[in-house]
């Protein structure tokens, strides 16, 4: 352990091993709030029964509340003590109504878990352990209960009661004060608890279920909003009709309600009947949202409604089991938005996801299963892992099964667990059972940590007519897991002619489950290229002994548009990995594919722009044994400067081919938007006299945020004098518009330019700029930290920026504050003159006075050796 005087008092590690059924269990509940932002008042009346023969107390978890009162089946009590927060009622009877009341104050919550204040509305946010902030209640997820909620409040100021489940009944006071009751009539934990109180105007549909059950849908935001959610409510009309046609799922309550609220700690919430969403998944149009919000609106919309089975009907155990919902949900909104666009496009997208969050994560401290072993604050294992890693997973298991037996072990699973608090295991054993399939070794997915490495090595020897592939696996250590056993890797391949560019060997799923395996190919003559983990079977890196030449030629050949992605992905790696560590740089082979793909007409725009956009600065990093952000930086600019003067006409006429177009939003329009500001990008990056001027015409004239955004990017990256105008304009636009203005922060968060870390240190005391809004915490310090280059200024003073933002946020929000440690956390992956500075600054967060038990996790893991 480290040595740190200031940890938070005793925290307790929690094991998964652990688990206990609960001691009472809580089938009814009746909750009566009396709203008002300063001092709200909770009455709760809980009906508790003994769950199994045991003597132990009733405990109920409670966190910063004022207990006004405690009754045991009508009578006032007082042999109840508090330990700790959690209050204990020694109970005789195996059955008891017990009721409390309490004191909380919503305006004073800047945590933003359990009830508080936002733009004057009233909102919750209760998973994980948010509803002990409301009331005394056990506050575990394996508790399943129906609520039955009455909320009263000023009429004028919150004209608006919502809760989950249906409405019963509602009615005026004379002190002007109004009441609504909602009652669920499906158990549920209480982290699924949701109320809101607000004054605000409903977007309406209906949906029509396959059984014939009228459903009134309602998406509620300020008035002055409402035009901006049509696609929001779209995107949920879609998402409920597909989750009826591809899983036979049916939504169940007469009404679905979401509510956009502006602070928020993360996306969305997929509570009962009731989805609170940040504003920033719910409002789009086309002047102040991209292409890429719409996209991320409809996959949230489509997510949380989602859960409404892989979460609410059928939830989880314990914490531990998070990415049975959450895996389970992300493969399940992946698989929505795939079916609405382009499925190739999509998979690239959540690939680059991937690589982006999840496998630095699996190669740091943080490190863990997607079913952790244990945790001091479960708020941070919200993580990639669990999710986008989790979600993978469930991929992989979809992929062995195929679609019909995937779908019958999806229906086992929902018939059998519906209506229960399950876990990943009871998962597992559905997809065994309905999937016929044996997946003892692939459980080892749930319990190692770390990213499965790939050694794919083909030899063909010149006028034989044989081919062998060796396959090699291996995982890496991880905290707390040296050693490690061999997965079941499901990977695609197939064997390409050099010359012919025909078919060789088709496409066959091999499943390597040892850590060596050799595949012999017959009737292979002339010399093959092997394309491998197509679509991206597998969650794994893959190394090949693959020459820039066949690398080129898959990348304009191979028919698995992810395949011919990857295969330009890691020629264009190699090319900047070797320019990096050794300088060496040879830029033919990738302006050559890259040419070809921009001349092949048959492909689709939307997946050019992805080919041709180079690896990011981090993931090049990722493949450095040390990462100098300097010289990948240099290395970078230096293939775009090259691309951008060798293709000068070919990104022209790309341009061309889309400026002017009047906005649309579909799949074809959207690919068009992309690849001509792809273009515009290596024009800037090409240094031509006039970029700037286009990029400002552009700025100027476009009639959508996508290209204004994108023009604002590429003059907030250079150093013409259209850069600050154009900030200036763009600021004054929209400065009454907070999702916009995020936009205008993280664009000069993100930028990359030298005085960015100054930059970014002045925007911090910028009057807009506030840690209180998550969502603008998130646009400065969130995105200046995945700025490679310029939070690693060598000076260290990005780091001692991001380390101060965090010690001020933990005292406002800890769990957000938590979020932003991990960049710092990579210090491994730096030379020592970065990495002392980085522990350094970590050593300080720890030091900082009231650190809370989020940060201390972080932090203190991140330090460890
Ligand atoms: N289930 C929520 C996330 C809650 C995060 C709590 N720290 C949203 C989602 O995954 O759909
Ligand atoms: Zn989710």
């Known amino acids: 352990m480290l040595d740190v005087q200031n940890a938070p008092a005793q925290p ?439 990213t499965p490495r790939v050694t794919a090595t083909l030899t063909h020897e010149e006028g034989s007519d044989r081919a062998t592939l060796t396959l090699e696996q291996s995982v890496p250590a991880t905290p707390g897991q040296p050693t490690k056993q061999p997965m079941v890797l499901p990977l695609r391949l197939k064997l390409f002619g050099r010359d012919s560019a025909a078919t060789l060997a088709p496409e066959r799923l091999v499943m390597l489950s040892d850590p060596r395996e050799e595949i012999v190919f017959e009737g292979i003559d002339e010399r093959p290229v092997l394309s491998i983990n197509r679509g991206f079977s597998a969650p794994v890196i893959v190394e090949t002994n693959r020459t820039p030449a066949d690398l080129a030629f898959l990348s304009a050949h191979d028919d698995d548009p992810f395949a011919r992605y990857e295969a330009m992905q890691q020629l264009m790696l190699d090319t900047l990995v070797a320019a990096a560590a050794h300088g060496r740089a040879d830029h033919a082979a990738v302006v050559g594919a890259v040419r070809n793909t921009l001349a092949d007409g048959s492909l689709d725009p939307a997946f050019v722009a992805e080919a041709v956009l180079l690896p990011s600065e981090a993931f090049i990093g990722d493949h450095m044994p040390v990462v100098d952000p300097d010289r990948v930086f240099a290395a970078r600019e230096a293939l775009r400067r090259e691309l951008g003067k060798s293709l000068a006409p070919e990104w022209r006429s790309a341009y061309d081919a889309a400026a002017g177009e009047p906005y649309a939003y579909n799949p074809a329009a959207k690919g068009r938007r992309r690849l001509k500001n792809v273009a515009l990008g290596y024009i800037a990056a090409s240094g031509a006299d006039d970029a700037a001027d286009l990029a400002f015409r552009q700025f100027e004239t476009c009639d959508n945020m996508t290209d204004r955004q994108a023009a604002l990017s590429t003059l907030a990256n250079g150093t013409s004098d259209k850069r600050i105008a154009a900030l200036d304009i763009f600021y004054n636009r929209y400065s009454d518009n907070p999702l916009v203005l995020d936009k205008w922060f993280s664009t000069q968060a993100l930028s990359t330019r030298d005085d960015t870390p100054a930059e970014v240190e002045a925007l911090a005391k910028h009057a807009d700029f506030t840690l209180a809004n998550p969502n603008r915490a998130r646009s400065l310090v969130g995105a200046f930290s995945v700025n490679q280059r310029a939070f690693h200024e060598a000076s260290g003073r990005g780091y001692r920026f991001v380390a101060d933002q965090i010690i001020a946020l933990d005292k406002l929000n800890p769990q957000t504050a938590a979020r932003m440690v991990p960049p710092l956390g990579r210090w491994r992956r730096f030379a020592e003159d970065r990495a002392a500075k980085m522990r350094a600054e970590l050593q300080r967060i720890l030091e900082s006075p009231g650190l809370s038990k989020d940060l201390f996790e972080q932090a203190s893991k991140s330090l460890e050796s």
């Open 12 to 450: 307790t590690v929690i094991q998964r091993e652990d688990y206990r059924p609960p001691d009472w269990q809580v089938p009814d509940m009746a909750l009566d709030f009396d709203l008002d932002a300063t001092a709200t008042r909770v009455k709760a009346t809980l009906s508790v029964t003994r769950n199994g023969a045991h003597d132990r107390p009733l405990r109920l978890d409670g966190a910063g509340q004022k207990l006004l009162s405690v009754e045991v089946d009508g009578v006032a009590v007082n042999d109840w003590r508090l330990d700790g927060e959690a209050l204990v009622i020694p109970l005789s009877g195996d059955a008891h109504t017990i009721e409390t009341e309490v004191e909380i104050a919503p305006e004073r919550n800047t945590q933003l878990m359990g009830l508080y204040a936002s733009g004057g509305l009233l909102c919750t946010q209760c998973e994980a352990e948010g509803f002990r902030r409301i009331t005394y209640f056990p506050d575990r997820p394996d508790v399943l209960t129906r609520y039955k909620v009455r909320m009263t409040a000023d009429k004028a100021r919150y004209p608006i009661l919502l809760a989950n489940g249906d409405p019963i009944a509602e009615g005026d006071q004379e002190d002007g004060k109004h009441w609504a009751e909602w009652h669920d009539p499906f158990p549920k934990p209480s982290y699924l608890f949701a109320l809101v109180a607000a004054d605000l105007k409903p977007n309406r549909s209906t949906f029509t279920t396959m059984s014939g059950r009228e459903v009134a849908l309602a998406i509620w935001v300020r008035e002055r909003d409402l035009a901006k959610t049509d696609h929001a409510l779209h995107a949920l009309e879609l998402a409920m009709a597909w989750d009826e046609h591809v899983y036979g799922r049916e939504y169940d309550l007469d009404v679905f309600n979401i509510v956009a609220v502006d602070d928020f700690n993360f996306g969305a919430m997929e509570n009962k009947g009731l989805n609170i969403f940040n504003s920033r998944y719910i409002l789009a149009d086309p002047d102040t949202a991209t292409d890429l919000d719409y996209d991320a609106i409809a996959a949230v919309v489509a997510h949380e409604y989602f859960h409404n089975w892989s979460g609410d009907r059928i939830t989880c155990r314990d914490w531990f089991q998070l990415s049975l919902k959450e895996g389970f949900t992300v493969f399940r909104d992946q698989s929505f938005s795939a079916d609405q666009g382009s499925a190739a496009v999509k998979r690239i997208e959540d690939v680059r996801t991937l690589r982006a969050a999840q496998f630095p994560e699996d190669a740091g401290p943080l490190a863990h299963p997607i079913r952790p072993d244990s945790y001091l604050e479960i708020s941070n294992f919200y993580t990639a892992t669990v999710y986008n890693k989790g979600a993978e997973v469930i991929r992989m298991m979809a992929t062995i099964l195929g679609r019909d037996r995937f779908r019958r072990a999806t229906d086992l699973y929902f018939d059998r667990f519906d209506g229960t608090a399950a876990t990943c295991e009871d998962f597992v054993a559905c997809m065994e059972e309905g999937g016929e399939a044996d997946l003892a070794q692939f459980r080892l997915w749930y319990s190692q940590a770390g």
